[in-house]
């Protein structure tokens, strides 16, 4: 048996030996990752919207949405640290931050994209601004907020891994026990599960996408 079939079998082995604590840490990923993605949907959906209503906002918002993603991973962690301190509303709120501009910048193109003839159909029926918003506008474009919340996720799921060092829980644990102990099982325990699910996040919501996209060119082609 050469060094990589056994390398792969210890690494089973591993992952056998310790499959409910590395659950365990894997929920606790999850958690942080959905709950940061959530906030940022909460808030981001409506400054998108926000956007595309004051085009003379527009700017201003995704610049400072920018400022922050460009922010290294290790640099917002510190700063948000300061102010929540350690533990999972730290890393969750990091999260928040991060997961903001994609989200803002698609659901902002995707209601500009919305073809105008469509807006003034919705108007002729009688449609306030809010029906309209809410019965066409974002359907519409929900292909490309998917887009968004795609990236998010993907982005979101590797930065989590970083979590354990403001305290937090999560695959990241594992990494680091085994950098510190310099035992390779932990570090591939923790990261190739990890880099699974930003794989599965974003086939899931690929696929999501692309079923959006259909139905929004089906609808397209009844209103032509």
């Not at 400072?64 to 700063?79: F, G, K, R, T």
């Not at 929540?84 to 969750?92: A, E, P």
């Not at 159909?121 to 019965?135: P, Y």
């Not at 599960?193 to 899931?204: F, N, R, Y």
Request: aromatic fraction near 6%; hydrophobic fraction near 55%; glycine fraction near 10%.
């Amino acid at each position: 048996m050469t060094n990589e079939s056994q390398g792969v079998m210890d690494w089973l082995r591993y992952m056998q030996d310790h499959a409910g604590y590395l659950l365990s840490l894997t929920w606790g990923h999850l958690v942080m990752v959905f709950s940061g993605l959530g906030l940022a949907l909460v808030v981001g959906v409506p400054l998108g919207v926000l956007c595309a209503r004051k085009e003379k906002l527009a700017p201003w918002i995704l610049t400072a949405a920018n400022v922050i993603q460009v922010l290294p991973s290790l640099a917002l962690l510190a700063l948000v640290m300061i102010v929540l301190g350690l533990g999972f509303k730290t890393i969750v709120f990091s999260l928040f931050l991060y997961s903001l501009l994609p989200i803002i910048r698609n659901t902002y193109v995707g209601l500009k994209q919305v073809d105008q003839g469509v807006n003034e159909a919705g108007i002729g029926v009688g449609m306030n601004m809010w029906q309209l918003l809410l019965r066409v506008q974002l359907p519409l474009s929900l292909p490309f907020l998917m887009a968004g919340l795609r990236l998010a996720a993907v982005i979101a799921i590797g930065v989590a891994t970083l979590a354990p060092l403001i305290g937090g829980e999560g695959l990241g644990r594992e990494i680091y026990a085994g950098l510190n102990m310099r035992n390779n099982l932990k570090i591939y325990a923790g990261a190739i599960p990890a880099a699974l699910l930003a794989i599965l996040a974003d086939l899931l919501l690929g696929r999501l996408q692309d079923k959006l996209k259909l139905g929004r060119r089906r609808q397209a082609k009844v209103h032509t």
